[in-house]
């Protein structure tokens, strides 16, 4: 085995700094409240509106900027969402049986209370995660589903988002971004109730952040700068390989991304058409910093 192209090896559950980082952010947050929501939120993404959540209003208007075609393709990847989660609720059957005379056993499935979803997008709209975490929370039943997503740094929000978690069932939607918006689903605030649950990706921070809430909240998973193998062989296409590498580079630079092929040639071809992609990529300012840092060909 040769190595074509070194990336790195950074371990983020095992980084110090980002631990010591988030654990004062969010005792902090825990103490002062939302004037810390609103220093921090101005700080990291210029952002610092008289009320975060946005008005039937502002949602109505933020869905009517939405091209039509966008709206038909998430109501169309919605409604697929749905049926599927709702065809799981269906496999989950409850159970009472009385295995002695007055022994009764069984279980039951109760939905919680609350639920926070994250919605991530600081650069991009990830919109996929509104179905990804709003969908199955409403449809097995939880009462309120808070919805927050980032702002775009100093300019409002993306309005594709918006829609999508509204239709996907939010009950109340939230532009706030990272840290403080974990801290304000978890502690409540006097802004919601605090969560029972917190679902939702992001980026180291706020990885660390649902680390952190454990316990206090349940989580779904922890899902923080993540990463992507392609293994080909010579009759792959190198343009497409690229093009699968870059996709998952340019969410964040802390991104790993790696490629297994069984040959040089073949490695070349495909670090050759990564630079070429790059140089028209709208989203060469994080992808090239992955790229640089994070990819590892071998």
Request: with cysteine.
């Amino acid at each position: 085995m040769q190595v074509f192209k070194e990336g790195g090896h950074r371990l983020f559950q095992n980084d110090p700094e980002c631990t010591e980082i988030v654990s004062k952010m969010l005792a902090d947050l825990e103490k002062r409240g939302m004037d810390a929501v609103r220093e921090y939120s101005k700080r990291f993404d210029d952002w610092c509106p008289a009320d975060f959540e946005l008005t039937p209003v502002e949602i109505d208007a933020a869905i009517a900027e939405v091209d039509p075609q966008v709206i038909q393709d998430t109501d169309f990847c919605q409604a697929n969402v749905r049926a599927f989660a709702k065809t799981q609720l269906g496999t989950l059957k409850q159970l009472e049986v009385e295995t002695r005379p007055g022994v009764i056993l069984g279980h039951k499935h109760i939905p919680v209370r609350s639920v926070g979803c994250y919605i991530p997008g600081g650069r991009y709209p990830m919109f996929g995660s509104a179905q990804m975490s709003i969908i199955p929370a409403k449809v097995a039943g939880v009462e309120n589903v808070y919805a927050f997503t980032p702002p775009v740094k100093g300019r409002g929000y993306f309005p594709a988002t918006v829609n999508a978690m509204k239709k996907a069932g939010a009950d109340r939607i939230f532009i706030l971004g990272g840290v403080p918006a974990f801290a304000l689903m978890a502690f409540g605030m006097g802004v919601t109730e605090p969560v029972d649950m917190l679902c939702g990706a992001g980026n180291k921070f706020v990885a660390k952040a649902k680390r952190r809430l454990y316990g206090r909240c349940g989580i779904d998973l922890l899902a923080g700068p993540t990463e992507i193998m392609v293994i080909a062989d010579d009759s792959a296409n190198a343009q497409l390989v690229a093009c699968d590498l870059l996709g998952q580079a340019e969410h964040d630079p802390n991104n790993g991304v790696a490629l297994i092929c069984f040959s040089r040639d073949f490695a070349r071809r495909c670090t050759d058409e990564i630079q070429g992609q790059l140089a028209v990529l709208p989203t060469r300012d994080v992808a090239a910093l992955s790229w640089r840092d994070n990819l590892h060909c071998e």
